[in-house]
């Protein structure tokens, strides 16, 4: 079967996570033909070496790619590298502190197969029925005005400008042009998005 959907991970740090996340983010997807993409943002703490040994093995038998850059970059850096692997239809962006449950990632999926409209579709923690969690009371904060100055600039209607589960029709990210290498990253390629005058649709996550 052809593969559809590409999964990009960035890590960084995440030794203690990092196997329930893998685990999870695998079960999660295992009917589906996908292909992960991996890329270690310079992690010091055994993250590396852990992908090194384990991703050959629990992925033996599947369409996987693992990229280790020796130096911390930042996320955007790391996605940057990432998409430069992609293929299929679509491509997930799920981050790997189980801050977003794969689960959800596999949601956004399942909609836009059912809606061959929707070229960007992002998961968002402030809407829907999910169960939520909230301890970073000024990170929040952030992210709300972030939003909001989006939204007022770019003629877009969406809750989480910095949701870290997303996706995205590949032809579409063919044509940014991503520059950013820090978290900034989130509101550089909804920017492009924008300015490619494409609507960003949102669905509720935890």
């Given at each position: 079967?052809?593969t559809?959907?590409?999964?990009?991970?960035?890590?960084?740090?995440e030794?203690?996570?990092?196997?329930r996340?893998?685990?999870k983010?695998?079960?999660?997807f295992?009917?589906?033909?996908?292909?992960?993409?991996?890329?270690?943002?310079?992690s010091?703490?055994?993250?590396?070496?852990?992908?090194?040994?384990?991703?050959?093995?629990?992925?033996?038998?599947k369409?996987?790619?693992?990229?280790?850059?020796k130096?911390?970059?930042?996320k955007g850096?790391?996605?940057?590298?990432g998409l430069?692997?992609?293929?299929g239809s679509y491509t997930?962006?799920?981050d790997?502190d189980l801050?977003?449950?794969?689960?959800?990632?596999?949601?956004?999926?399942?909609?836009?197969?059912?809606?061959?409209?929707?070229?960007a579709?992002f998961?968002?923690?402030?809407?829907g029925?999910?169960?939520?969690?909230?301890?970073?009371?000024?990170?929040?904060?952030a992210?709300?005005?972030?939003?909001?100055?989006?939204?007022?600039?770019?003629?877009?209607?969406?809750?989480d400008l910095?949701?870290?589960?997303?996706?995205?029709e590949?032809?579409l990210?063919?044509?940014?042009?991503?520059t950013?290498?820090?978290?900034?990253?989130?509101i550089d390629?909804?920017t492009?998005?924008?300015?490619?005058?494409?609507?960003?649709y949102?669905?509720?996550?935890?």
């Amino acid at each position: 079967m052809k593969t559809n959907v590409s999964i990009i991970v960035p890590i960084y740090n995440e030794i203690n996570l990092i196997e329930r996340f893998i685990n999870k983010l695998k079960s999660t997807f295992d009917n589906v033909e996908s292909k992960f993409i991996f890329i270690d943002d310079g992690s010091d703490d055994g993250t590396q070496k852990w992908l090194e040994k384990n991703i050959p093995i629990i992925f033996e038998n599947k369409n996987y790619k693992l990229i280790i850059l020796k130096k911390n970059k930042g996320k955007g850096y790391a996605v940057q590298k990432g998409l430069e692997h992609i293929v299929g239809s679509y491509t997930i962006f799920i981050d790997s502190d189980l801050e977003y449950d794969p689960v959800d990632a596999l949601g956004l999926y399942d909609i836009v197969r059912k809606n061959d409209n929707i070229t960007a579709l992002f998961g968002s923690r402030y809407i829907g029925g999910k169960l939520q969690l909230r301890r970073h009371f000024l990170n929040d904060i952030a992210v709300r005005i972030n939003t909001w100055i989006f939204n007022l600039l770019f003629s877009q209607s969406i809750t989480d400008l910095h949701s870290g589960t997303k996706l995205i029709e590949n032809k579409l990210l063919k044509k940014l042009n991503l520059t950013l290498n820090g978290f900034g990253h989130e509101i550089d390629i909804s920017t492009q998005i924008s300015k490619n005058d494409i609507n960003i649709y949102e669905t509720g996550i935890s």
